[in-house]
Every structure is written in C-alpha cells, then in structure tokens.
C-alpha cells in the first residue's frame, strides 16, 4: 500500500495532466525551496571563504603560542625560558618582544603610537617584512632603524631613510619625585623610518623596531622580554605543545594559542554565523509556506479521486500519506536543485571573482562539505514538518459533500 502511497505522490507531481492552477502551485513550492536553499548555500560559502580569509590575516599577526608573565610585565629569568624552547623538539622559531605605547614627534606634529621591539628572529615567526609595501625591514644593525604603519607615517610625514630629518620617540618614565630637568619625565631617541608596511584593526599606529631600542628607552636589562612568541613546526599539536611547557615553565607565566589571543575576534565571528543560519533558516520556514499551499490546493483538486480511493477500501493513513509523500517530493526537488544551482554559482564566484567586496578584493567563497549537510538539514526539517502537518487530511472532508 505504502508503494502506492508512494507511486500516486510521483504521479501528482510528473504528470502533466491534470489542473493547470496545481501544477504552477506545485513547480512554485519546488522553485521557492530551491532559490531559498540556493541563497543559504551560497551566503554561508561566502562566510566560510571570509572566515579562512580572517584566519589569514590573524595568523600573519599572531604566533602560534604566546608566553606572557603572570607577575609584571617582564619575564623572569628570560634564559630559562629561552633554554627550555631551544630544547622542544615540536618549536620550529620563537622571538622575544617588548611592547609599550610611546609618544612620536616629527616636525612639530605628534601623535600616540605603540611600539614593538623585536629581535631578529621575530620574521621566522611573524614574517611582516613581506608585507612592507616601500622601503625595507630594519638590517638590525642599528637600533634606530624601524619600520612604520602606513597611516601613522602619512599623519606625522615622516621621510623614509632621510639621514637628515628624524622622527622622535618619547618614553615616559616611571617613578615620583621632584622633576627638575626634561631628562626626569622621558626617555628620547631619534629613529630612521625605513620602511612602510600596511596597517589594520590590529597594527594601526604601530612602529615595529628592534628590541635593544625599547630596552634602551625602557631603562630594561638586556635579555629582557614582555613576551615570547612561538611559531610550530606543527601548528595541530598547539594544545599539546602548550601543556608541555606549562609543565616545564611554572606559574610564572601564561601560555595563549593564536584562538585565545583573538578570543573577541572568533566570539564575534561565531555570533555573526549564528545570526547568518537563523535569517536563513526563517527564509526556508517561510519559503515552506509555499509547500503547505501545494499540498492543501493539491487535496482540494484530487478531492475526487480521493473519494474513489476511499470507496475501494484504500486506507485513510495511505491517503495521508500519499500527501506527505508529495511534500517529501517537493522538498528534496527543492533541495537538490537549490545545492546543485548553489554550488554552481560559488564556482562561478570563484572562477571570474565578478562580486567584489572591495574594488580589489572580491568576496571569497569556500565550498565545505558540512554546508551542503547544514543547509539540506535545515530545509528537510521544516519541509518534513510542513508536509506532515498539512497532510493530516480528515475522513469526513472527503466524504462530506
């Protein structure tokens, strides 16, 4: 019976004969699944390409683990530290850095920076010196060479490489007392930009210099650090890599991964997808209003026949689910057109790049398996729903006349 069930749904839908008004119903319900299934595919692929594209960015800023001190600001006994990293088969580089907000002068304009003193190994794992768009990254000869963010030099028109006009920086120093000369409230030293590189949320109005320069103007001991960063030979073993020198290190400092260093960034950016599903999602729901027309214009054109079907001792459960079975149709109509126009316009996305979200960059699609899972769940539960619920068709609305 339930084969029938199943063969009169497939007639209802493929035949041609029959009601125009149910047939133009019918292909819109399946059109309205598909186009909504297609928009939810294609809008999340364009949020995972963008969500890779983040990681790219981030990954640039941020090394794979990072050590802080839990007492201070410095690292204590820095060579420890250093020797115990040295001997971890799983690190690949690390680099120390000291980081501090500073006062920059030039020409009479200033303007609040942070600058970040690295040593030379700072490149193996945060590797900015491909970014610098003019000039060159510091030879760390000198330790008043220093790379600037693009924005922060355009503001003050500071020269790259002049050997006559220097910007200043200025450090304020700690402690209380009488000030009786300007040596009393800062530390000063004259820079040579060589550099420019590209700024973002995360490197605005910084200058990036080598690590002697901030010790310098600090007053701090060589060898001294904030922070130590780390790059993996492999970045999967993160975790593990971070409990071993929790062991090895003690309390007196704190491990992050790259995901807690940016835990704002991903908490925003997993808000952002959950309101992304849920607009999609209440898309679909109403789109499946369309099918609850279909099946109910559907009973109402084929009251008839079901009348027939009755009189010959079909059972009412196979008639009702002859309905779900026309609503099953319809959705996985709905749903496998929708994916394969979906996937067919992320391809074409990524092949001409004819969408841009800047003029110079356009939007990134990435297709991932688990979106084709998420959408085709998402439009099979409200399609399911629908149908079952509109196919509880009564026995004496077929009988009565």
Known sequence: MKNIAFYIASRYLLSKK?????????????VAMSVAVAAMFVIISVFSGLED?????????????TIKSTSGKTIKDFNKVKSILKQNKDISHFSRLIEEKVYLNYNGKGDIAYLRGVDSAYIKVNPI?????FGRYPSFEYSNEVIMEHSLLNRLGVPIESDRDFATIFMPKPGTGIINREEDIYNKKEIIVTGIFPGNEQLNNYIIAPVELTEELLNLPKNSAYQVVIQLKNPDNTDNVKQTLLKSLGKNVEIKTKEEENAAFWKMINTEKLFIYLIFALVIFITTFNLAGAIIILQLDKKEQAK???????????????????????????????????????????????????????FPVKIVGKNYFIV???ASVFGISISWFFSKISKDYITKN
Do not use: M
């Not at 010196?129 to 768009?133: A, E, G, L, S, V």
């Open 376 to 378: 085709a769940a998402i």
């Open 308 to 362: 027939s079907l009755i009189s010959l001792g079909f059972p009412l459960s196979h008639l009702r689910i002859t309905y779900f079975y026309t609503g099953i149709l319809i959705v996985l109509l709905g749903i496998v057109s929708g994916l394969l126009l979906g996937t067919a316009l992320c391809f074409f996305q990524q092949y001409t790049e004819l969408f841009k979200a800047v003029e110079d960059l356009p």
């Open 53 to 65: 594209f983040n990681k790219t960015l981030i990954s640039n800023l941020h090394a794979d683990l």
């Open 18 to 30: 029959g009601s125009t008004a149910v047939t133009f119903i019918t292909w819109l319900a399946a």
């Open 129 to 133: 010196n491909k970014t610098i768009f």
